[in-house]
């Protein structure tokens, strides 16, 4: 939740600042969905790390005209980490177009693509699918797309998984200009 915290003190630290920056237009709403879920529902076992690991495709719409890239961020809301204060990273992408509606299902791995994505997991550059345990409780998984007005210049690779995603939440941080939000249940089957 650290991550989270850390993202909504830079949005309100973007609304203090000079009076050219107060000028920019609020922060847009995005719609953000999946053709595998819907918002509030069961993410399918082909999308989890018992089933066959693939990234689920998602689409926005509503995403401002000023937008140069897209940044995803998709974490596990109850799966606290280390001292408690950060939550589980199953993936994060960014630099996607700017032009960008949609990802396809199943986006392959690698550190970046040849259009200059880039992105991690917890695990390595690729996506890491649900696996909250059966004994329970379901877990939230959180979709999070924001709406940049720039490009974030963060290497894919160098770092951990922990201090890369830091980097880019700072480097994106006076730069959102729309977010939105899709969250996902899940709870591995009971053997």
Known sequence: ?????TLLAAVAL??????SAQRRPAIRVITLTSSAFTDGGMIPARHAQTGRDVSPALSWSGA???TRSFVLLVHDADAAIGDGT??????MVW??????????EGVPQGAQA???????????????????????PTHHYVFELYALDA?????????S?????????????????GKGVLVGLYLRPAP
């Open 114 to 136: 040849a259009n200059g994505m880039r992105q991690i997991s917890g695990t390595g550059p690729y996506y890491r699918g649900p696996a909250a345990p059966a004994t329970g």
């Open 86 to 91: 950060d939550d589980l990273l199953h993936w």
């Open 151 to 159: 490009v974030v210049n963060v290497a894919p690779t160098g770092m």
């Open 161 to 177: 998984p922990s201090l890369t995603r830091r980097d880019v939440m700072a480097a994106m941080a006076s730069h959102i200009r």
């Open 64 to 66: 401002p005209d000023s």
């Open 1 to 5: 939740m650290n991550a989270i915290r």
């Open 95 to 104: 630099n996607i177009p700017g032009n960008a509606t949609a990802l396809p």
């Open 14 to 19: 973007c609304a203090s600042q000079s009076a």
